[in-house]
T-cell receptor, first 109, second 115 residues
């Protein structure tokens, strides 16, 4: 079983819809990252969380440490949000990231 | 401020050859970490350097090695290339080692194809 599981693996939605991507992990962590990867490969770090909730523009990330679960929400989705979203956890006591398999999001106009 | 710069962007090598990839971190960042991304395995941690010292290493064979220079630029080397080494290699920089949970800044990657 992978230490980090994301769902769904693929998500297609219409422009304007509210999007939720989930990440569950099975290990103790010190932080969780949400990353965005566009075609071509470059990765942008969206959020780094260790507790609670963070918001940046139309993006919201939440984490529940007790339930070992995090969600990434996109409000008023737009075709430019189409990308692969990756959850990564910083394992407690270790110095490396472990990644989920990614969620491919497609927003149709 | 310039972002993380990786060179070259694309590379084609033959099995058995060796390759060196370069990563220049954001100015002031002293930690550089390297990752391999393949369609089958996804993103996997290779190693992390801070102040010219390797701080942690992922589960990769000894053919994968790296180093960091006094100006924080880092290189990774893969010797005796195998077809399975074909991947996107990404580096990320941050101002502190990973255990301090400092934000990561990724480069655009080097796409290595081994034929």
């Amino acid at each position: 079983k992978n230490e980090v599981e994301q769902s769904p693996q693929n998500l297609t939605a219409q422009e304007g819809e509210f999007i939720t991507i989930n990440c569950s992990y099975s290990v103790g962590i010190s932080a969780l990252h949400w990353l965005q990867q566009h075609p071509g490969g470059g990765i942008v770090s969206l959020f780094m969380l260790s507790s609670g909730k963070k918001k940046h523009g139309r993006l919201i990330a939440t984490i529940n440490i007790q339930e070992k679960h995090s969600s990434l929400h996109i409000t008023a989705s737009h075709p430019r949000d189409s990308a692969v979203y990756i959850c990564a956890v910083q394992i407690q006591g270790a110095q490396k990231l472990v990644f989920g398999q990614g969620t491919r999001l497609t927003i149709n106009p | 401020k310039a972002g993380v710069t990786q060179t070259p962007r694309y590379l084609i090598k033959t099995r058995g050859q060796q390759v060196t990839l370069s990563c220049s971190p954001i100015s002031g960042h002293r930690s550089v970490s390297w990752y391999q991304q393949t369609p089958g395995q996804g993103l996997q941690f290779l190693f992390e350097y801070f102040s010219e010292t390797q701080r942690n290493k992922g589960n990769f064979p000894g053919r994968f090695s790296g180093r960091q220079f006094s100006n924080s630029r880092s290189e990774m080397n893969v010797s005796t290339l195998e077809l399975g080494d074909s991947a996107l290699y990404l580096c990320a920089s941050s101002w502190a080692p990973r255990r301090y949970n400092s934000p990561l800044h990724f480069g655009n990657g080097t796409r290595l194809t081994v034929t």
